[in-house]
């Protein structure tokens, strides 16, 4: 659909007063605004010339309800000019360059032209500006001596004189100015940046003062029947009150000193219902004493009309929910709840071909009751564009009355395509579309493949839906927008859907060394893949039963005619690699489809690095990967349920000895510190280059304490052996790493804030538990225990003192990279490849000759290289490429 | 791999780099010419997947792509990257503070190569460092402080001039020279015996130890030998040659230094690099220290990402900020300034200027509510229904 007017520019300029009069439907006068019945007061505020809120009541404008009338502007005839505070800097700009007499341009015609250029040279852009001008000169016109102008916030101007060698400040009222500004030629505007066609300068200083529609300043009406205006109306009553008694104390000849007062009121009123918050000058406040939100402010900062309203904007066709996780369903698919399912339509337009099924739609009704029963409908919208509401009670004439023209609006149903997003939605994987399944349940259902992109968990994450609405959204969301073809990251080339958590610790169990099953035991592994014959048995067993490898079960999943060669994750990194004798069985290694050794992990299967993802991915398209992350994460579930995978506290502990040695690698190293601080104190320190001897110090004991952690690490690793579940989830790399286990099991070592030891805390100490100016190691935040062994008083204390760092470190990132994106964003957004290759700004100014020196798009180059020279070969020749 | 094929490899439209990696991966390897053809067919069919389409909103993938990881990087201003006594801020501080495009870094460090001569011997790359590193008299010799006569009397170690090669008489003409002009200090006399290697200064206003105080301390730190924004230097072996890295940064003046490898030598603070070497190296420096930042804190950003941004940044012939005072402040367009940051002013201003929003840009497009001219919303062409009748 494509709208059928299209703005083509907007230009923007200042009202003049002649303009705001005409443009007004009503002149106000009157600071009430409702009398007693409730009805708008003429000439007040709430004016029926200037729109309707109340239903039932017709606007005198343009005789349209309240739904249809978008108002119109009155205005308020001042008594006196107040000036805008908004253009204060230009005012002030203004008296300062122009003549106080002549009110011409303080400068020669020769003078202008040579800051301005020529009037027909190229780069005349550039304007006068107030450094241009000497202070205090005397006018080259007139020969009038110019005097120097004060300006005080908010909006007083003042010119000084020297009297008697005294300086003397003469206050220069908004009438002054403004007949200072009326004066200055068309000419002198232009080459000060003025454009006096639309923008006058004393049109800065205000006769009259528009008065916005009340659709712009709606009333409400509080549970208790009282009305509550606008802040703006608010305002305005506080305008218009002192405008009056402005007059009736002009007219009635006031003394200057009462008039002068109330000018200076009326120009802080209309300073504030302009902007509130303007340095030098106490904002506006609410009966509760809440700062009014006036003109300003509506416009300004996040949530103001502007970032809030018009860069962003509110939608229809969109449901929120918690989210779960499903490892059954395809990763191009979301569960979603019949609730809502229910609630969330399609249009369709009834045609010829599909009135059949349109009419059985209708038919179906809005309640759908389980998520078997065939979807029905929820509106239908005539040729007229009524929209109808489908019941139980108008169904069947609906359905009678349908014809090709007509509208439905269609509950979804499996397979309809849906944008999926979850916040912060920091790339464009944050958005995805998905098939439909309607499921039981109150939650959406994703595979946890898909988590990574989404960067989303199951620990209340909530995310939200979108329908889309036409044809060509639609086609847009399958083909650009859809899971399979955003696997590939465009910031790496790389993947980022995959296997995570348990299906990389399944495969990896799956798939470590050779074991051979039997074929109850290979049916049940895949029984869940689109697999329809099982290999040739590789074995039998002394009962003369066919027996299958398990890297028969994973080849099962791959493409027949992959061939590769990689490290897995669990590669130790041997100084000569065994190859296919590796002990670690890390050296994998497929022929055409076939895995001949190796473990399957993190480096083949995972989100970010997974190598056999990558390869299938190039050499067979997206479809096909996808397919096979569906069938490599119900491979893996199935090889982590064979077995049962778990972990308790249990699995933490350690033999006697062990605990003997890490006690004594613990001792050694904490002696070890005192012998240092021993040394530090007697003076025989050597300093090391560029430090001090307490850096120094501080940097030996750091060091001690912590090879002393690793060794309790290497002591605890060398007991748990691949049979202990966290040895295995950190080997494989699905979650933690070796440190966490030393934690639990050998000693959580130094604690740190900002790098250092803790120093922080008492007077020379860090608790009250310790001597002061104490350098030991437990005095600092060293940490002997283990998570299993619990921490004493002291050392928990540490323990928060450095979680606290990492909790705050947190908080201020996310809110620095969130200001750096905007900014990126905001400075890139307009940049596009051309179709000759150039990267252009979408007003056309050339960025890059060539995007990226070569023209490759980085989300479908391979880590960068335009061509996987490397799996190309592989695949060829089928043998190690280095 | 015979010779026919490498000649056929360099004859290939193929970038240079997919040529070179063809080249390198079938060398000294059997390769029959049919498997050679169908190598040569995957690689030019992966080559045209691979490029780019147009209309691709490449500008807002760049920023995201950047944007994205800053979520995981370290807040940890300080670290020691490379060499363990040179302070170098890293992480998400500093990849702001390249996207500031400010004029000084928090930590500048300069990586001074040496030419062939000075670059593997020990003595002389630190001969070099002594040129560059700022000394402060102090370290020439001993200074004290006269209360009788007020004076400040310094008396140079001969041994130490020599073994940094720098001679008696140009101490004693730099030191009172340098207090004056860089440290603006100028009321003092002084008095220089170069038979004795020795300075007296006299203060101008003999009344006050404290004037005696301060003018002891400005003699105690005028840098008499070095560059004066270059704190310290640290001489490491690095792959068999002798690399001076520094604390503190100026380009112009190291390059100056008799030693010195000029097209090697870099610094991380890339407005100086655009100043001295011109906007080219600047781009160049943007993209180097962007990418090494974001390397170093394991998170992989495609080149092509960084070059955009730099790019973008570089375009006018200066460094320019990403944000507010940079690329975003001087849009052409109103509304996209307005909806940025400062909304209020830049309607103000637009309005007297008589500013016209020619509706180019994709904010400009989202506020009027129109379909914006990127990716899908970019096709202008149509198809016209043929035969389409109910």
């Not at chain 1, 916040?423 to 946890?448: C, E, W, Y």
């Not at chain 2, 020990?122 to 370290?139: G, M, N, T």
């Not at chain 2, 604390?247 to 090697?264: C, H, Q």
Request: hydrophobic share 35%.
């Amino acid at each position: 659909m494509t709208s059928p007017k299209r703005v083509g520019r907007i230009e923007f300029g200042l009202f003049s007063p002649k303009e705001i009069r005409k443009m007004s439907v009503r002149k106000i006068i009157w600071a009430d605004t409702y009398d007693d019945d409730g009805f708008p007061y003429p000439q007040g505020l709430m004016d029926l010339n200037l729109g309707v809120i109340d239903p039932g009541l017709r606007c005198k404008t343009c005789d349209q309800k309240a739904a249809d009338c978008p108002g119109h502007f009155g205005h308020i005839e001042l008594a006196k000019p107040v000036i805008h505070v908004g253009y204060t800097r230009l005012i002030r700009k203004l008296l300062r360059v122009t003549c106080r007499s002549c009110s011409r341009l303080l400068m020669t015609a020769e003078e202008v032209e040579k800051i301005i250029g020529h009037e027909d040279s190229e780069i005349a852009s550039e304007v006068v500006s107030e450094k241009d001008i000497k202070k205090e000169r005397v006018c080259p016109h007139c020969g009038e001596q110019q005097l120097k102008i004060n300006f005080e916030k908010p909006t007083t101007f003042s010119e000084v004189f020297v009297e008697e060698g005294r300086k003397v400040e003469h206050k220069l009222t908004p009438a002054d100015i403004r007949a200072r500004l009326e004066r200055i030629p068309d000419e002198d505007l232009r080459a000060l940046g003025v454009n006096p066609d639309v923008a006058r300068p004393e049109w800065t200083v205000l006769t009259v003062l528009p008065v916005p529609p009340v659709t712009m300043r709606p009333s409400i009406i509080l549970e208790n029947g009282q009305r509550s205006e606008d802040d703006l109306t608010h305002k305005l009553v506080d305008i218009i009150r002192i405008n009056q008694r402005f007059k009736e104390n002009q007219d009635a000849g006031a003394p200057q000193l009462i008039i002068e007062d109330l000018w200076e009121l009326l120009q802080y009123h209309v300073t504030t219902y302009l902007d509130n918050e303007v340095a030098g000058c106490p904002p506006a406040r609410h009966r509760s004493g809440r700062p009014l939100k006036t003109l300003s402010q509506r416009l300004k900062g996040k949530e103001g009309r502007f970032r809030g309203s018009l860069s962003g904007k509110r939608v229809n066709f969109s449901a929120r929910t918690v989210i779960s996780p499903d490892p059954n369903l395809s990763i191009g698919e979301v569960g979603i709840p019949l609730a809502i399912a229910n609630e969330m339509t399609l249009p369709i337009r009834v045609t010829p071909f599909n009135i059949e099924e349109m009419r059985q739609y209708v038919l179906n009704g809005p309640e759908r009751p389980t998520i078997r029963s065939p979807c029905g409908a929820n509106y239908a919208i005539r040729p007229d564009n009524r929209r109808m509401r489908l019941s139980e009670a108008n169904l069947e004439t609906v359905a009678e009355m349908l014809e090709p023209g007509w509208t439905v609006e269609r509950q979804l149903k499996d397979n309809d395509i849906v944008l999926f997003n979850r916040q912060p939605s920091l790339h464009r994987m944050s958005i995805m579309a998905h098939r439909v399944i309607v499921m039981d349940g109150k939650t959406f259902r994703l595979n946890p493949a898909v988590c990574p992109p989404y960067n989303a968990d199951f620990d209340g994450d909530e995310m939200n839906l979108h329908i889309p609405q036409t044809e060509e959204a639609r086609a847009e969301a399958e083909i650009l927008v859809s899971v399979s073809s955003n696997i590939l990251s465009p910031r790496t080339g790389g993947p980022i859907i995959g296997g995570i958590h348990d299906h990389i610790s399944g495969i990896f169990l799956l798939t470590h060394t050779v074991r051979h099953f039997s074929k109850e035991d290979v049916l049940y592994l895949t029984q869940h893949l689109p697999i329809e014959h099982l290999p040739e048995p590789a074995a039998t067993d002394p009962d003369g039963k066919p027996l299958w490898t398990n890297k028969q079960v994973f080849s099962l999943v791959l493409p027949d005619n992959l061939n590769m060669l990689f490290k897995a994750s669990s590669c130790q990194n041997c100084e000569t690699c065994r190859r296919e004798m590796c002990e670690n069985d890390a050296f994998v290694r497929i022929v055409n489809g076939n895995l001949v050794s190796g473990t399957i992990d993190k480096k083949g299967i995972g989100a970010f690095d997974g190598q056999i993802l990558h390869r299938i991915i190039r050499q067979h398209g997206m479809k096909r990967a996808a397919r096979f992350i569906d069938d490599v994460t119900k491979l893996s579930i199935r090889g982590i349920m064979l077995e049962g995978f778990s972990f308790g506290i249990d699995d933490e502990d350690l033999t006697k000895t062990e605990y003997g040695q890490i006690d004594e690698v613990l001792n050694g190293a904490v002696s070890d510190v005192e012998r240092r601080i021993k040394i530090y104190n007697e003076g025989q320190l050597e300093p090391m280059p560029g430090r001090t001897l307490e850096e120094t110090l501080e940097m030996q004991i750091m060091q001690v304490l912590g090879k002393a952690r690793d060794r309790t690490g290497e002591i605890a690793g060398r007991h748990l052996g691949m049979d202990n579940s966290a040895v295995v989830m950190a080997v494989s790399g699905a979650r933690g790493s070796m440190l966490n286990l030393t934690q639990m099991a050998g000693c959580l070592g130094q604690q740190s804030v900002r790098g250092e030891r803790i120093m922080r805390g008492y007077e020379d100490r860090t608790l009250p538990h310790f001597r002061r100016n104490e350098r030991g190691a437990e005095a600092h935040g060293f940490i002997t225990n283990s998570y299993k062994s619990g921490l004493s008083p002291t050392e928990f204390f540490f323990h928060a003192i450095g979680g606290r760092e990492g909790l705050v470190d947190t908080a201020v990132r996310t809110s620095q990279s969130g200001y750096l994106q905007r900014r990126m964003i905001n400075a890139l957004q307009d940049l596009k490849v051309a179709y000759d290759g150039t990267v252009r700004t979408t007003g056309g100014r050339i960025i890059q000759f060539c995007y990226g020196e070569d023209g490759t798009d980085p989300g479908r180059s391979s880590y960068g290289a335009p061509v996987d020279v490397k799996g190309i070969i592989e695949s060829v020749l089928k043998e190690e490429v280095k | 791999m015979n010779s026919d094929m490498e000649q056929r490899i360099d004859t290939l439209d193929l970038p240079y780099r997919t040529r070179e990696d063809l080249k390198t991966s079938l060398a000294e390897r059997d390769v029959t010419d049919e498997e050679f053809d169908r190598i040569l067919e995957m690689v030019f069919s992966e080559y045209r997947k691979s490029r780019i389409e147009p209309c691709e909103a490449v500008g807002v993938v760049a920023a995201q792509s950047i944007g994205e990881p800053g979520t995981q990087m370290t807040m940890r201003t300080f670290h020691y990257a490379g060499v363990a006594e040179i302070n170098v801020t890293l992480g998400l501080p500093r990849l702001i503070e390249i996207m500031d495009a400010r004029r000084e870094p928090s930590t500048p460090t300069m990586a001074v190569y040496l030419l062939n001569d000075w670059a593997f011997n020990r003595d002389r790359a630190r001969e070099v460092s002594w040129q560059i590193e700022a000394a402060p008299l102090h370290e020439f010799g001993d200074i004290t402080i006269d209360m009788e006569n007020m004076q400040v009397l310094v008396m140079l170690n001969k041994a130490v001039c020599d073994r940094r090669k720098i001679g008696v008489e140009e101490i004693l003409e730099t030191a009172p020279r340098k207090i004056r002009e860089k440290r603006h200090f100028r009321d003092f006399d002084v008095e220089g015996d170069p038979k004795r290697a020795s300075l007296t200064f006299t203060p101008k206003n003999r009344e006050s130890y404290q004037n005696l105080f301060q003018l002891a301390e400005h003699v105690r730190h005028v840098i008499v030998q070095g560059i004066d924004d270059i704190e310290r230097v640290v001489v490491r072996k690095e792959g068999g040659e002798y690399i001076l890295y520094t604390e503190g940064s100026n380009l112009k003046d190291v390059f100056e230094v008799e030693g010195v490898d000029t097209s090697r030598t870099r610094s991380n603070n890339i407005s100086e690099i655009a100043d001295v070497l011109g906007i080219e190296a600047g781009r160049n420096a943007i993209i180097q220290e962007a990418l090494s930042t974001l390397n170093e804190q394991g998170i992989g950003v495609d080149v092509r990402h960084i070059m955009l941004v730099a790019d973008m940044m570089c375009m006018e012939g200066e460094v320019k900020q990403i944000g507010r005072h940079g690329i975003a402040g001087e849009k052409e367009s109103v509304l996209s300034r307005a909806a940025f940051e400062v909304t209020v002013n830049h309607l103000l201003d637009a309005a007297i200027a008589n500013e016209v929003d020619e509706l180019n840009g994709v904010t400009e497009n989202v506020i009027v509510g129109q379909p914006i001219q990127l990716g899908t919303g970019d096709v202008k062409l149509i198809a016209k229904p043929i035969n389409l009748k109910i």
